[in-house]
């Protein structure tokens, strides 16, 4: 059972970055693709980044290209995302997810595990 523990959300405006974080804990860390994902009011829960267990490959969604950056340290076994050029429809709890199985990648929100509750960030115009 993986326990994900978020950090690093808050208000900002548009223009300006955060950075989350992300600590993982219960699982062998640098076998499982780790990522991101965030949810607006009302809506689906989406995908936004994900990183190989290697850290070699990642991924991200059309509307963060170029502005986001995912990257982990397995050594302290955690997972980061930096946010610049944050805008107003980047707002939305993100979440901090775990692969289900090892050595696997995917976009689909159901084939992740989430263990925790999410860090609020909110941008204002």
């Known amino acids: 059972q993986v326990q994900l523990v978020e950090s690093g959300g808050g208000v900002v405006q548009a223009g300006g970055s955060l950075r989350l974080s992300c600590a993982a804990s219960g699982r062998t860390f640098s076998r499982y693709t780790m990522g991101w994902f965030r949810q607006a009011p009302g809506e689906e829960r989406e995908f936004v980044a994900s990183?190989?267990?290697?850290?070699?490959?990642?991924y991200y969604a059309d509307s963060v290209k170029g502005r986001f950056t995912i990257s982990r340290d397995n050594a302290k076994s955690t997972v980061y995302l930096q946010m610049n050029s944050l805008k107003p429809e980047d707002t939305a709890v993100y979440y901090c997810g775990q692969m289900t199985r090892a050595y696997a990648s995917s976009r689909d929100p159901y084939e992740w595990g989430y263990g925790g509750q999410g860090t609020q960030v909110t941008v204002s115009s």
């Open positions: 990183i190989s267990w290697g850290g070699g490959t990642t």
